[in-house]
């Protein structure tokens, strides 16, 4: 009957595509170059990848451009997640990613030696898929003029893309959520999200996890407990290139480490090799930074807040230049339309959860050599509104003749505070470890958790108007420049590892350039060269001048000790009483000391409070 023809005709309309897609599976894609050519459907939510070089290793990365809003949970938008050295190997018809094992190496010339210790641990194959075949397309471009062109390798990469690399379901189930699986009827490649450049690619998935929904934290979040939808975004990246030096990992550097097991170490030596990760700086000609480090916040922070913690974040412009490397460093605001999972920019997310959290910055660093490829840093938006409240707390504005200026401090206090935040977490994401050291000279690093100074007025009120510092701190500053986060521009020793010792890194402990450290309230009587030093033992040269500050120097023990000292003066030391200061005119000698001294006593006493 005509009816049933049309009947007919309807069905085999429905199902021309897809015999169109498994005749030619590059019907109705859209195709472009790069790192991996990518071809998209997004008609049919299909994303395929064309690999030149199979057995070479690169990055992939991953990340969540959404996320699930529980703090205690700890999924974040913005968060970036594992990461893996991989490699694309065919075997027959099928492409397998295999990830290597970067925990265990053999950094040898010999091939076997290296091939034995890449033998005795095991890799993974993350996933594989079925090669397609498609005809030979017109000449592709080439890096290199007269390079020969590379074969390419197809793969339908969507089933990857929308497979749970980031550790999702294992998050959620160890956090007691329950038991999630990812949904595949409801999960997909996201096609019109799939991006490919010279050293990169960007691929992304709709990702959504079925569960019980009966926890605390899925419930106070999501819009359905038991289905739980995020965004996965994966990076493919060209490993970085040839030129930059490793540097070894120095407990003294301030830094973190990154490492391996390295078989191939001489038998006397660690297996355990560390590097300090740091970006690639290099100077041009002329002396200038190549590419500087710049950092990008999130276009979705409001105002006040995107003012202070761009303001925070440049604090290490000066201490790069301090470095040698002037221009090296800046944060600036995320160019509107750039994707801020792409690889290649370093970003700072303004991150809203439900309750207030974490704040932390990070890196994704190569594993075999410690360069940081991306920074990442993840501020938390509800801790400057508790702030606030700290501060109102102290000030009691409510309702006094004076609540307008009171509260205007709380808010001040609060972006000061985001300020050292935004400085904290860039430091982190540069390859900073905590200096909790420069504590017991005030705000001497930003790498600290500096506590808010509350002082009290005339009136016996509090005041929060200098809460907290400004700039990274000395001792922040002095790692940069001298504990090798930042190769040293006027060295050729390459990656030998900084020789900076703590006393370096505390020697200037004021954080406000114009701070007297003679009548600033912080502790420690003494100063050596006008800095304020309060601990027991320290190193002085040729030439130091050690004085005593303002609130000390009519104390009656130094009184005492000026009316009738106990013991003559060496001869290399020049005392001037009136000033209450010494000043060091030669090294001692043995035999120099006027009295009585056994040096190892002294040591040891000192050492009880080092």
């Known amino acids: 009957s005509r009816s049933m023809r049309i009947a007919v005709l309807l069905v085999l309309a429905a199902l021309a595509p897809c015999a169109a897609h498994a005749a030619d599976p590059f019907a109705g894609t859209s195709c472009r170059e790069g790192f991996v050519d990518v071809c998209t459907d997004t008609g049919q939510g299909r994303v395929l990848i064309g690999v030149h070089a199979l057995a070479s290793p690169f990055l992939l990365v991953t990340s969540l451009p959404s996320a699930l809003g529980s703090n205690d949970v700890g999924l974040d938008r913005g968060q970036s997640g594992n990461l893996y050295l991989v490699e694309f190997r065919r075997v027959g018809n099928k492409l397998l990613l295999v990830a290597d094992n970067t925990k265990f190496v053999a950094d040898s010339a010999d091939g076997a030696e290296r091939a034995a210790a890449t033998e005795a641990f095991a890799e993974a194959v993350l996933w594989s898929g079925d090669v397609v075949e498609r005809a030979a397309p017109k000449r592709r471009r080439n890096r290199e003029a007269g390079a020969p062109v590379a074969p390419t390798t197809w793969v339908d990469f969507g089933s990857f893309v929308a497979s749970d690399r980031h550790g999702i379901r294992d998050r959620l189930k160890a956090t007691e959520q329950g038991d999630y699986a990812i949904d595949a009827a409801r999960s997909a490649p996201l096609a019109d999200a799939a991006r490919t450049f010279p050293d990169n690619a960007e691929l992304e998935g709709l990702l959504t996890f079925a569960g019980p929904g009966q926890a605390e934290f899925v419930k106070q979040v999501a819009a359905d407990p038991q289905s739980l939808t995020l965004r996965q975004h ?168 004076d609540e307008d200026a009171k509260r205007d401090q709380a808010l001040q206090m609060a972006l000061a505070r985001l300020r050292q935040l935004a400085a904290h977490e860039v430091g982190h994401a540069l390859g900073f470890a905590h200096n909790f050291a420069a504590s017991r000279h005030g705000n001497g690093s930003v790498m600290d958790y500096p506590h808010p100074l509350i002082a009290l007025g005339d009136d016996g009120m509090p005041s929060v108007a200098n809460a907290y510092g400004a700039g990274v701190g000395i001792c922040s500053a002095t790692a940069t420049t001298s504990a090798g986060t930042l190769p040293d521009p006027t060295s050729d020793t390459g990656g030998d590892p900084p020789t900076s010792t703590s006393a370096d890194l505390t020697t200037d402990v004021t954080t406000d350039p114009t701070a007297d450290p003679s009548t600033d309230t912080g502790a420690g009587e003494a100063c050596v060269d006008d800095h304020r030093v309060d601990i027991p033992s320290f190193r002085v040269s040729t030439g130091a001048v050690i004085s005593l500050r303002l609130r000390s120097r009519e104390l009656d023990i130094v009184q005492r000790s000026l009316a009738a000292p106990a013991l003559p003066v060496p001869a290399w030391l020049e005392v001037d009483a009136p000033q209450r200061l010494v000043k060091v005119t030669a090294a001692p000698e043995p035999g120099s000391v006027p009295f009585d001294l056994d040096v190892q006593l002294v040591v040891e006493y000192y050492a009880r409070f080092t």
Not at 266 to 277: F, M, N
């Open 234 to 401: 994966i990076s493919l990246v060209r490993l970085p290139g040839p030129g930059f030096v490793p540097r070894r990992y120095h407990p003294a550097s301030g830094a973190w480490s990154v490492g391996y097991f390295d078989f191939a170490q001489p038998l006397a030596e660690s297996l355990d090799v560390r590097w300090q990760p740091r970006f690639r700086l290099e100077l041009d000609a002329d002396g200038k930074v190549a590419k500087p480090i710049v950092f990008y916040l999130d276009r979705g922070t409001p105002e006040p807040v995107r003012s202070a913690l761009l303001e925070g974040a440049n604090w290490w412009a000066e201490a790069f230049a301090q470095a040698g490397f002037p221009g090296g460093f800046r944060a600036e605001l995320l160019p509107e339309g750039v994707d801020p999972m792409d690889i290649r920019y370093n970003v700072i997310t303004w991150a809203h959860r439900a309750t207030r959290g974490w704040s932390y910055g990070g890196g994704i660093i190569d594993p075999r050599t410690g360069e940081i490829v991306k920074g990442s840093v993840t501020l938390g938006s509800q801790r400057v509104r508790q702030d606030i409240l700290i501060a109102e707390s102290l000030l009691a504005p409510y309702g006094a003749p």
